[in-house]
């Protein structure tokens, strides 16, 4: 049988929730004033936001990995369609074949296009200068 719930404990995982770096609670209300302490916690918070990036970019990997495989089942049977008909196999916008090798080739172009649109972004102020005056 599992141990009832009391308020303490709800109140504790709360807690931990809220700050996970298992400072006291107190510490939300009161800045930390030791610069030591909070140059730690800028870089535990930097590792974590690095490593949440990386997962973000190993999922839309995979999210890229899976279309493409949609894509060549269902131009596969497109494919198997037209030569089932005795036509020609259908062609890209181009008007040449797709060619299966280039997927990764093309998909790392897409990402560098993608990175120097992000890049070529305005940085946007988070504070408006102060006129003089």
């Not at 916008?93 to 990402?111: F, S």
């Amino acid at each position: 049988m599992a141990k009832p719930v009391t308020p303490q404990d709800m109140f504790d995982l709360w807690q931990k929730m809220v700050n996970p770096g298992a400072y006291p609670l107190q510490s939300l209300m009161f800045p930390v004033l030791d610069a030591a302490e909070l140059e730690k916690k800028i870089s535990e918070l930097e590792t974590v936001e690095h490593w949440l990036k990386a997962n973000l970019n190993m999922l839309q990997l995979s999210i890229k990995s899976l279309e493409y495989q949609r894509q060549m089942v269902k131009g596969g049977e497109r494919i198997k369609a037209a030569m089932e008909e005795g036509g020609t196999p259908p062609a890209d916008e181009g008007g040449e074949l797709p060619n299966p090798a280039m997927w990764a080739w093309n998909m790392m172009a897409q990402a560098g296009t993608d990175a120097a649109r992000e890049a070529a972004k305005p940085v946007r102020k988070s504070r408006k200068k102060k006129s003089a005056g």
